[in-house]
């Protein structure tokens, strides 16, 4: 038998109904924003001057923050696979195709998208971050004050940072992955690091490296591009600063794994 509504179950309806209506508005409002963002930032780069010094220095941060980190994930990645991977190829008496395995493994997911989610979480939360404060503390409005383009200076140099060290770093990521594997090996067996390598290439392909590292770039470009976007359009108070870098994280990982599947669907058809 149904219950009659009561006047709280109206008011609660109402409240789920506003807030989703409010959710919707955000939503739209900042996929307009986020357009005219990217728009703007596109036609900066391509009409004025190009911060060259300021590239370099991101780049260098970009590297200098994230290496140790990937090193030990690369590592560890390799491990793990390794060690997961062999029982059922010696229940099959596969273990020589273990080595190709891991490295086409490797090369072609995990080594772009681990790589791409631990610089979403370094580089995105810290370009929030930065750009954050300095919108908090009103330093990119001196800057339009003074025409100095705050876009070209502080976006432009940190999104073409991204997309160029990322992919460098991916592969740095695949070779300490691939050598965290033959380490997984020599737990168990005894191989030698040449043999070890020989035997991982045999198995990977031009079609399998080309694709992994095209891809990077727009990890690279959609964490530069939305770490700034929230740095940049942070609110004016102090807690907005963490707002915008973890909003920086989320956003991005989120877009990596979206790309990733895009990236994975065009690459089935090729």
Known sequence: MLKPLHKSDGNSLNSVFTQVKNSSFAFFIDMANGTEYLKTVLKNFVTKKFEFQEF??????????????????????????TIQSRPPLVQFGAVAMLPGMVAVS?????????????????????????????????????????????INFLVIPRVAAATVMIPLLTLYADAIGIFGSWLGIN???????????????????????????????????VIGLVGCYKGYNAGRGTESVGVAANSAVVTASLLVIIVDLIAVQITDLI
């Open 56 to 81: 370099l220095k991101q780049c260098y941060q970009i590297g200098n923050k994230s290496l140790g980190l990937i090193s030990i994930t690369g590592i560890i990645i390799g491990l793990v696979l």
């Open 187 to 221: 737990i168990k067996d005894t191989m030698s690091l040449r043999y070890f390598i020989n035997q991982a290439f045999l198995s990977v392909e031009f079609l399998d490296i080309i694709p992994a590292v095209i891809k990077s770039f727009f990890f690279g470009a």
């Open 106 to 150: 490797i090369i072609r997911e995990m080594g772009p998208v681990i790589t791409a989610l631990i610089c979403a979480g370094k580089i995105g939360s810290s370009m929030g971050a930065e750009l954050g404060s300095m919108r908090v503390t009103e330093q990119i409005d001196a800057m339009e004050v003074s025409n100095t383009h705050p």
